[in-house]
Every structure is written in C-alpha cells, then in structure tokens.
C-alpha cells in the first residue's frame, strides 16, 4: 500500500504528502503483518491495546497512545497507552486544536515534532501529569468516512532517535486499517450492547407475566395494543401486583424493543438525588459534581422510562418531567443547553392519583399527560386463576437458582396458596416460593412448608387447615399427625405406631401413600 503526502520543507513538522514512500520491503513486511493483527480482535479494548502495543514495535518507539473522539463533549480522551505514560495519560483530556493531538485532529493531518520543546502546540501539562519526557512525537489521525475517530500518537525521548518521512508513511498505512477495525469494534460493541438491553427486556425473570384470569387477560390485551403505540402510559395498582413486570412485557412488545428499558424508583431517592439521576448534571453544578454525568433521561434514548412511584414525586420534578412529556427535551441540572430526547413514558404507582390531584399534592396537567393509556393491574386475590402457574413458575425458577432438583407442589398445598388472600400479592408469592424452595425437606411442596399469616400459623402449622377444602384438610392432617409422632418417637415408625394406635403395616403404607418419611 502506497500513502501519498503533501510536500513540506520542514522535516519537525511533516504533514501528508504526496511524495512516493520510501519504506523498505523490510518495513512493508512488518507493515503489513502489524496490520493483519488488526483482523484479530473485534472486542473494542482488546483492539485498543492491540492498536498502541503493535505501533510501537512498528516504530521502535519508546511509547505510544491512542486518543478517540468524545462524541458528547468533542474532546479527545486518552484510551489506551503503553510505555511509562500509560497511568497518568489516563487523566488526559483535549478539546479540538489543543495540544499536538487536538491540532492533528482538528486539521485532520499528520505531523512530525522531533524537538517539541520548540514547538507551541506541545501541551507541557501532559508530560507534568504522567512524568514523561517528551522530546519527539509523531501523530496522525484516524479517519473513517471523513469521520475522525481519533488520534494516534508515538513518543520518543531519546534526542538521537528522531522520526522521519518513512515513519510517518508507516503510521499513516498503519492508522488507516486501524481506523477501519476501531470503527467496526465501535459498531459492534454498540450492536452487542443493543443485544444485552433486548436479553434483559426479555429475561426470564421479567417474562413471568403469567395470564391465566379474565381479569389479567383483559389487561394484557390492552397493554399489547398501546405498545404499538408512543402514547404514554399509567399503570395502577397495589404494591406488589407485578407493574414493573408488565411495563417491561410493554417495552418488549413494542417498536422500542432493541433500545434501552431503564426503571426509576421515584421514592427511593431524595428530591435532590432523583433530579440528578433523571435529568443528569453539569460538572460543578453542585458539590461532589466532579464531572457532567448522563441522565437516565438520555441514557434511554430511543427506548422506555419506567417511572415508579410516580405520585410520591415532588411538585418541582414534576414541572420538568411535564416539559419532557410535552417538549420532549430538558436540561441537566446546572446546564443551559436543551437535551432532546426520544423516550417512552411509563409511570406506575399505589397512590389514587385522582385524589393527589383535588389535593394538589399531584399536578392535574401531568396526570393527564401521564393517562393517555391508563390500566389498573388487580390484586392477587382477585385473579386467583393466576397463582397456580404463577407459583409453578416460582418453583422452577428458585429450583432451578439453588441447584434442587425440580420440585412440585402438592394438591393440599396449591389448594391453601389459591385461598390464601396474598396481602403482598405477586412479590409475596414469590417470596413464599422461594422460603420453601430453600427449606423443604423433599421435592413435594406440602402445606407445612409454606408460612402464611393466618391465625396461630406461627404456633401450629395445623392452623392452616382451616384454609383448605375439606378434603384435603383431611389427609393433611393426616399427614401432620404421622409425621409428629415419628419425630417423637426419634424416627422409629414401630414406636409411632404404637403411639398412634395403629398396626406398623398400616402405618407404613400410609407413610408411602402421603410421602412421610
């Protein structure tokens, strides 16, 4: 490959031309095998450190970094480096035309400085934050489509070894592959990160909307028509019911899908803290504002906000977050620049919304803003359909989690779960699950393995019976009694027998038929 140059006059500061190279075979040898390596890595760091670790070797330097574009602020940030500037070139940053990196940048050319002390775009702050002395660089940038993604910088600082023509011709072959791979390692750390959003929307964890009632269908089918639809939405509903679950089954069925699903616990954090996290900040806007951070708000971008306990924010947030739904731009605290954004809304909450509204304690425009699509997601106790699959799923999952072989709940058992009025609803089923899945015995789930809070649970696992159809308050209080009288007569069925006024034979039969053991 022949790199065509700008003739110059000034063998300090060497910028493109179009002379003939005049590089050795031996050199276009290791050329080409440097760049051959570039087709190694696709993973975006590994290639970074590929990029500088391979240049310097190609130009027998005594260090070497890489510099990218930040696509926020514009500046250039130290990536990677090698040599004994690597720790404190980390800290590194340059606006376009700062220094000889943001000048190579900025003009989109190379250059040679084989005395930088004489040169006025050497910035002396780099060499005092890393220790290094600098006394030649050659720079170059990377470019892709017209697009600089950065630069590419080699050091000496030996005063014999100067750079020269052919250096530059390398570096500059060297820098277009280069650019070529960084560019494809950006793509696809960009797809792979897309792909982690997608597999989080639609984790297992998260696809446990299980619809067995009427009453969940008929939200369900409402739910799948608005995620076709940017309108925003407002979940209702106890604490517990699943509302987080359905807002991520929204966000995975709608056109959003591949962008980021990103949820806010509204009453988590302080008034202070939730600002920052939703809207970001400007570096210096507050105290402990070291650097400007990203909002949630942008951090979503193209995708969905799940707003949780949205009627526990406070009247000045919900002014911004009206001008977000309304403008659909903001700024981050401490900032002047309007930010637009392209996100989907949904809020959830416990709080009657209608009622904070007469109180003034929740602005009517946003509840209306907030409403376009409105569904209230009802408690457990009145979608009872729901908990046999639904405690199946826990089951596998937590089974699954510790490493037991699958379990399965029993008739008497699933019988008190679907009476049981599940004050906590979803989230308490699944802690229940979870609860027995750790501590039972055996592979069968039975009533005595599930703690509910119904009277004198605490003292007598019988006192749940009366929750059960008769029947099956029967045979599990069958059950309870063998294995009690097995206990006490320390684990000798004979004994139990006998205690329980039953022939050993019987005993055992009735031991196999219930799984006592």
Request: charged residues 25%.
């Given at each position: ?119 006025p775009r050497f910035e002396p702050t780099v060499d005092g934050s890393t220790g290094f002395t600098t006394q030649s660089i050659i720079a170059v940038p990377l470019i892709e489509e017209g697009s600089v993604l950065g630069v590419l910088e080699v050091l000496n600082t030996s005063k014999p070894k100067r750079f020269d023509q052919v250096d530059l011709d390398l570096l500059t072959a060297y820098a277009s592959h280069a650019a070529v791979a960084l560019r494809n390692a950006q793509l696809f750390s960009v797809i792979r990160e897309e792909k982690r959003l997608l597999e989080v929307s639609l984790d297992e964890r998260y696809r446990t909307l299980i619809v ?57 954090l302080s008034d202070h803290l939730l600002e920052s996290e939703l809207f970001g900040h400007e570096k210096g806007s507050f105290t402990g504002a070291t650097q400007q951070k990203k909002g949630l708000l942008e951090v979503a971008q193209g995708g969905t906000v799940f707003l949780d306990e949205i009627g526990d924010m406070k009247p000045g947030l919900q ?199």
């Amino acid at each position: 490959m022949r790199a065509k140059f700008l003739p110059t006059d000034r063998m300090d500061d060497v910028a493109v031309s179009d002379m003939p190279s005049r590089t050795t075979h031996d050199q276009l040898d290791a050329l080409l095998s440097a760049s051959r390596l570039l087709t190694s890595s696709i993973e975006l760091d590994a290639l970074l450190r590929l990029i500088v670790t391979t240049v310097t070797e190609l130009l027998s330097a005594n260090a070497s970094s890489l510099l990218l574009v930040d696509s926020v602020t514009h500046e250039l940030t130290v990536k990677v480096a090698t040599g004994p500037v690597s720790a404190g070139l980390k800290e590194v940053r340059l606006k376009m035309g700062q220094g000889i990196a943001g000048w190579v940048a900025e003009r989109k050319k190379g250059v040679i400085v084989n005395d930088v002390g004489h040169d006025p775009r050497f910035e002396p702050t780099v060499d005092g934050s890393t220790g290094f002395t600098t006394q030649s660089i050659i720079a170059v940038p990377l470019i892709e489509e017209g697009s600089v993604l950065g630069v590419l910088e080699v050091l000496n600082t030996s005063k014999p070894k100067r750079f020269d023509q052919v250096d530059l011709d390398l570096l500059t072959a060297y820098a277009s592959h280069a650019a070529v791979a960084l560019r494809n390692a950006q793509l696809f750390s960009v797809i792979r990160e897309e792909k982690r959003l997608l597999e989080v929307s639609l984790d297992e964890r998260y696809r446990t909307l299980i619809v067995e009632s009427l009453a969940m269908r008929n939200v369900v089918e409402i739910a799948e028509k608005a995620a076709k639809s940017p309108a925003t939405i407002l979940l209702l509903g106890e604490s517990g019911v699943g509302k987080e679950i359905l807002a991520r089954s929204i966000h995975a069925w709608s056109p959003r899908a591949a962008k980021p699903f990103v949820a806010v616990n509204c009453v988590a954090l302080s008034d202070h803290l939730l600002e920052s996290e939703l809207f970001g900040h400007e570096k210096g806007s507050f105290t402990g504002a070291t650097q400007q951070k990203k909002g949630l708000l942008e951090v979503a971008q193209g995708g969905t906000v799940f707003l949780d306990e949205i009627g526990d924010m406070k009247p000045g947030l919900q002014a911004k977050l009206l001008r977000v739904l309304q403008d659909h731009k903001f700024e981050r605290v401490g900032g002047t620049q309007p930010i637009r954004v392209d996100i989907r809304v949904i809020a959830a909450t416990n709080q009657d919304l209608k009622t904070a509204v007469q109180e003034k304690r929740f602005r009517k425009d946003l509840y209306f803003r907030l409403n376009v699509v409105g569904m209230t997601i009802p408690p457990l106790r009145e979608r009872r359909d729901d908990v046999p699959a639904l405690a199946q799923f826990f089951v596998s999952r937590y089974s699954k989690d510790m490493k037991r072989p699958s379990m399965v709940i029993d008739p008497a058992a699933m019988a008190l779960l679907r009476e049981y009025d599940w004050p906590g609803n979803v989230r308490e089923l699944g802690n229940m699950i979870e609860r027995a899945v750790v501590l039972a015995a055996g592979e069968v789930l039975r009533p005595a393995d599930f703690v509910l809070d119904v009277p004198d649970n605490a003292e007598n696992p019988a006192g749940q019976l009366m929750f059960l159809p008769f029947h099956h308050s029967v045979e599990e209080f069958k059950r309870l009694r063998l294995q009690e009288a097995i206990a006490k007569a320390g684990g000798s069925k004979v004994k139990a027998a006998k205690a329980l006024e039953l022939q050993p034979t019987y005993l055992s039969r009735l031991c196999k038929q219930m799984g006592v053991t």
